[in-house]
């Protein structure tokens, strides 16, 4: 027959039994989905990519994501009911790293002059423009498009449709003579020259010519809204007047005791005068018979 004592001993041990087994080690795995497409730009750190509840990062938040592709790490799954599951330590994640934008400075004070294109327009290492054909347009400021190259592409992405400012100056005026006729012969009358072309509004000056000889004459192109006023001034040449043929034909009279003469039948400038001289004498008039010789 069983001591009492040695029962309710034995009864407690059991009962201890029992509630250690009710109570024993947290060995059960928690259900849990691996966090996916998780994406970050390079130079990143672990700190900048969010997890789903209950996943925390083993490393560092500082630590970096490293370079562009793709690259595993650690993270620990906390269960929310600890007194019925296990933390699971070690499950390993696929972060994407892609291409981060890099840092830049548009550059500024960049200028042209009316006329010129933008290939004319200097860029800092890395910028290129859009289109360099392009003309810088009037004068003012005025915005393109460039291109930002990142030294390492592999790494940063390359920046399209940067927004630069160009400011325009006006261009040095121009003159074109080359339609300018610049000889003349004489004439008797005022003469000008015509037919210059330019960047502004034609002007000229000393532009009245007379008598033979050599002339300067300026022309003035006008300053507007995308050109300096310029000025050029060329040699204008009056030559003499030639005739090729003056016609000076003889002529035969009776004597009848008046003065009888020739003249030149051609037909001359008002203000050309004609002289006449018989032998050292200046006339064409004879009154006597004979025959004479005029000199025109």
Known sequence: ????????????????????????????????????????????????????????????????????????????????????YKVVNDIQVTITVTKANPAYTAPQNLTAVYGQTLADVNLPTGFSW??????????????????????NVEKYNIIGNVTLQVEVGKAPGVIDDSAVVKTFIYNGNNQSISGATGTGE?????????????????????????????????????????????????SSYSYDGTKKSIAIATELNNEISVKYY???????????????????
Not at 131 to 139: H, Q
Not at 236 to 248: D, H, L, R, S
């Open 278 to 296: 018989i032998g050292e004498v200046e006339t064409n008039e004879a009154i006597n018979a004979g025959t004479y010789e005029v000199t025109a």
């Open 202 to 250: 034609i002007t000229y000056e000393n532009n009245s010519f007379k008598n033979a000889g050599r002339y300067n004459v300026s022309i003035n192109a006008a300053e507007n809204d995308n050109y300096f006023a310029a000025t050029k001034e060329i040699e204008v040449i009056v030559n003499k007047a030639t005739y090729g043929e003056i016609t000076f034909i003889g």
């Open 130 to 151: 859009v289109d360099s054909t392009l003309s810088v347009g009037n004068v003012g400021k005025n915005s393109f498009n460039a291109t930002y190259t990142p030294a």
């Open 1 to 84: 027959m069983f001591n009492k004592k040695f029962l309710f001993v034995i009864l407690s041990i059991i009962l201890m039994i029992a509630m250690l087994a009710g109570c024993g080690d947290k060995t059960v795995e928690p259900e849990y989905v691996i966090p996916e497409e998780l994406s970050v730009s390079y130079g990143s750190t672990l700190g900048d990519i969010p997890l789903p509840t209950g996943f925390s990062w083993q490393d560092d938040l500082s630590t970096s994501v490293g370079d562009v592709g793709q690259n595993t790490f650690l993270v620990t799954y906390t269960p929310e009911d600890l007194g019925v």
